[in-house]
């Protein structure tokens, strides 16, 4: 099978593409190599026959034609986007252009090339998405498919216009869709702006580790190696139209979760005073969620797919993965906004 992965630079995407080749498909990986795109997660794959590479920017629709005529992909799998939710709030236009326009384009794209190609019931346009266009949970209670969209960032709202637009082209044009939602990810290769290599890499420095508000918000973690096999599960056995919630099982406050990863680096990495004394609670951003959290019941009764990686688990085999390369976070660190607090309306 020859499988388009968008965004296959990036932090999920690449975990996709490294395992998909492993499992024997032919991979081509659409990037646009924006900041957060990294040529050394897909380090592993270089050379490999069935690995091909094509810069493309997903907002430029006459490229996106002349790659699927070439390329004859047998299945799509839509990763590229921007994520960040406080970018999002600092720059709301990219997340629209990429999120919905991109999107959009990558509709229209594969919707006019399986046309061409007489309409193959074999051909899937996978489109993965995240469980914050659901909005934010109260104390009780778990997301399902069915669960109504309350996106409260932009990042959350280009994400969730972008699932209903994949409904839309299977609803009314019958382009041949599965859908997916996932909880957060977290793992090797994860850019560092994100959470969990903030909480590592100031920690490493000796820097403040910043808590957003009081830390009480609930996260449901899901390592990036298990998300990476449940996409290509749906991608193969997913019931077409249908929508998958992936989730963890792993829900922690992210103060628990900071100190869970203080604790490790005490293990292994120590120094005069606990990492934990580095904690700083900093303001809140604007329209921050208070819970997510999964209910994979569907996935795991239609599918029979589970999460393998436990919370305890893929935090130390992130924990060290950090402290083992050096050489790959180090350079990210200088690009444009990282190490800087984003995400506040002045």
């Not at 489109?127 to 990042?155: A, C, K, M, R």
């Not at 292994?268 to 934990?276: K, L, Q």
Request: hydrophobic letters at 40%.
């Amino acid at each position: 099978m020859k499988l388009f992965v968008t965004g296959g630079a990036g932090f999920i995407g690449s975990a996709v593409v490294r395992l998909a080749i492993l499992r024997g498909y032919h991979v081509v990986n659409l990037d646009a190599m924006t900041y957060a795109a990294c040529e050394a997660n897909l380090e592993a794959v270089q050379g490999n026959s069935k690995y091909e590479f094509e810069r493309v920017d997903i907002r430029d629709r006459v490229a996106l034609d002349k790659l699927f005529d070439l390329h004859q992909p047998d299945a799509v799998m839509h990763l590229a986007a921007e994520t960040h939710v406080d970018r999002s709030i600092d720059g709301p236009a990219d997340f629209i252009t990429t999120n919905i326009n991109g999107t959009f384009n990558m509709l229209e794209a594969a919707r006019g090339y399986w046309m061409k190609s007489g309409r193959p019931e074999s051909f899937r346009f996978h489109h993965i998405s995240t469980d914050e266009v659901f909005g934010s949970l109260g104390s009780e209670g778990l997301f399902t498919e069915t669960s109504p969209y309350q996106p409260n960032s932009p990042y959350s709202a280009s994400k969730a216009a972008a699932d209903h637009l994949v409904r839309a082209w299977s609803e009314t044009y019958g382009l041949p869709v599965v859908m997916t939602n996932c909880s957060n990810n977290y793992g090797p290769y994860q850019f560092p702006e994100k959470l969990i290599p903030v909480v590592i890499l100031n920690a490493l420095r000796g820097d403040p580790i910043p808590v957003y508000g009081t830390g009480e918000q609930v996260r449901d973690w899901l390592h990036v190696e298990d998300h990476a096999d449940a996409l290509l599960l749906v991608l193969g056995e997913g019931e077409l139209g249908g929508s998958y919630n992936i989730g963890g099982e792993n829900e922690v406050r992210n103060i628990d979760l900071v100190r869970l990863i203080c604790g490790a680096l005490d293990d292994r990495r120590p120094r005069a005073t606990p990492y934990a004394d580095l904690i700083t609670f900093v303001s809140d951003r604007p329209g921050h969620d208070q819970r997510y959290a999964i209910d994979p019941s569907h996935i795991r009764e239609k599918l029979g797919w589970r999460p393998s990686v436990t919370l305890e688990q893929g935090l130390a085999q992130t924990v060290d993965w950090y402290l083992n390369n050096e050489s790959w976070w180090k350079p990210l660190m200088a690009r444009h906004g990282v190490g800087q607090r984003l995400g506040q309306i002045k």
